[in-house]
């Protein structure tokens, strides 16, 4: 017995009945149905797609009922011998859910991967951005234009908030209180927070939507305005990448804002459960993970400070 998958290219393709090719379309449909955002669908596309193109490649079964650890194992491999160790520990996570949701949809009795263990992803320092080359970049911004006021708003916005590029590029004009210094952004999960952020960037902010009012695109709901449009994650990135050159710093990409907002906070003497509270983070092991740079430095302090040694 077969059914269809709808194909953009061509006839539909018809594949047995159980194949994971077929399947994935029913996962994905879940995937929507349950408000998962698009980057997250898009991951876990990609890595049920790269699992089903190695199956085909290597000569192995692609029915969902004759896939096996050795098989899902071997895939994992063949990732660890081109790629990063994060990356392999990217797609074991997504496939881990793509054959849960097969079991909770009774196309499986259990899942392959039932014994397996993630490639353990080594714990390293996340870099961040030196302040005083972010001065720089800011100093690009200096003569007044459109361009100009925007980027200055964003950067300082990113950086005083801490909130991922999809989380600012993702506010509207009714999410941002200037006055008030806070904005409403959709995190992970689309649960709501409110960030806050200072003065100066209140000021950055207020000098974008005045210029803003002369925009084209001025009609938009969406914050951020580029020549086509509501900007993009993509368009943050080139702008940043553009800055960075501009000023002659190594290139700073968005989510090296929040490592540096996480570190400084750290430095300033913030608490953890404040930093977890503004990041909209869950689980405090990405505290450790984003602060460890930070931490070290701390630790030094506290013991020079305690001079422990010079008590004998």
Same mark, same amino acid.
């Given at each position: 017995?077969?059914?269809?998958?709808?194909?953009?290219?061509?006839?539909?393709?018809?594949?047995?009945?159980?194949?994971?090719?077929?399947?994935?379309?029913?996962?994905?449909?879940?995937?929507?149905?349950?408000?998962?955002?698009?980057? %997250?669908?898009?991951?876990?596309?990609? /890595?049920?797609? &790269?699992?089903?193109? !190695? $199956? *085909?490649?290597? #000569?192995?079964? =692609?029915?969902?009922?004759?896939?096996?650890?050795?098989?899902?194992?071997?895939?994992?491999?063949?990732?660890?011998?081109?790629?990063?160790?994060? %990356?392999?520990?990217?797609?074991?996570? /997504?496939?881990? &859910?793509?054959?849960? !949701? $097969? *079991?909770?949809? #009774?196309?499986? =009795?259990?899942?392959?991967?039932?014994?397996?263990?993630?490639?353990?992803?080594?714990?390293?320092?996340?870099?961040?951005?030196?302040?005083?080359?972010?001065?720089?970049?800011?100093?690009?911004?200096?003569?007044?234009?459109?361009?100009? $006021?925007?980027?200055?708003?964003?950067?300082?916005?990113?950086?005083?908030?801490?909130?991922?590029?999809?989380?600012?590029?993702?506010?509207?004009?009714?999410?941002?209180?200037?006055?008030?210094?806070?904005?409403?952004?959709?995190?992970?999960?689309?649960?709501?927070?409110?960030?806050?952020?200072?003065?100066?960037?209140?000021?950055?902010?207020?000098?974008?939507?005045?210029?803003?009012?002369?925009?084209?695109?001025?009609?938009?709901?969406?914050?951020?305005?580029?020549?086509?449009?509501?900007?993009?994650?993509?368009?943050?990135?080139?702008?940043?990448?553009?800055?960075?050159?501009?000023?002659?710093?190594?290139?700073?990409?968005?989510?090296?804002?929040?490592?540096?907002?996480?570190?400084?906070?750290?430095?300033?003497?913030?608490?953890?459960?404040?930093?977890?509270?503004?990041?909209?983070?869950?689980?405090?092991?990405?505290?450790?993970?984003?602060?460890?740079?930070?931490?070290?430095?701390?630790?030094?302090?506290?013991?020079?400070?305690?001079?422990?040694?010079?008590?004998?």
């Amino acid at each position: 017995m077969t059914r269809s998958t709808p194909s953009t290219l061509g006839p539909p393709a018809t594949y047995a009945l159980g194949d994971v090719r077929d399947l994935t379309e029913s996962f994905l449909t879940a995937l929507e149905a349950q408000a998962k955002s698009p980057k %997250t669908i898009k991951t876990y596309s990609e /890595a049920v797609t &790269q699992l089903t193109a !190695f $199956l *085909v490649a290597q #000569g192995m079964p =692609t029915e969902a009922t004759r896939i096996t650890r050795e098989h899902v194992e071997a895939f994992i491999v063949s990732i660890l011998q081109r790629s990063k160790i994060s %990356t392999a520990n990217n797609r074991y996570r /997504a496939l881990q &859910q793509f054959f849960k !949701f $097969l *079991v909770e949809e #009774g196309e499986l =009795t259990a899942s392959p991967m039932a014994n397996m263990k993630a490639p353990k992803v080594p714990e390293e320092p996340v870099a961040h951005v030196d302040l005083a080359d972010l001065k720089k970049v800011l100093k690009t911004c200096a003569v007044r234009s459109f361009d100009n $006021l925007r980027d200055e708003a964003m950067i300082r916005f990113l950086f005083d908030t801490g909130v991922r590029s999809a989380e600012m590029i993702g506010l509207t004009l009714d999410d941002l209180d200037v006055r008030g210094r806070c904005a409403t952004v959709l995190g992970k999960g689309r649960r709501p927070r409110t960030v806050e952020f200072g003065a100066k960037t209140s000021m950055a902010l207020d000098r974008y939507l005045r210029a803003r009012r002369s925009h084209r695109f001025a009609g938009s709901p969406w914050l951020w305005l580029g020549a086509r449009g509501p900007m993009t994650d993509s368009g943050v990135r080139q702008m940043l990448e553009r800055r960075s050159q501009a000023a002659g710093v190594p290139h700073i990409h968005p989510h090296a804002l929040r490592h540096s907002q996480a570190t400084e906070h750290m430095r300033a003497g913030g608490s953890e459960t404040s930093l977890m509270r503004n990041m909209g983070w869950r689980s405090p092991q990405m505290i450790r993970r984003y602060t460890a740079a930070a931490a070290e430095e701390l630790a030094r302090q506290e013991h020079r400070r305690m001079a422990l040694g010079d008590q004998l």
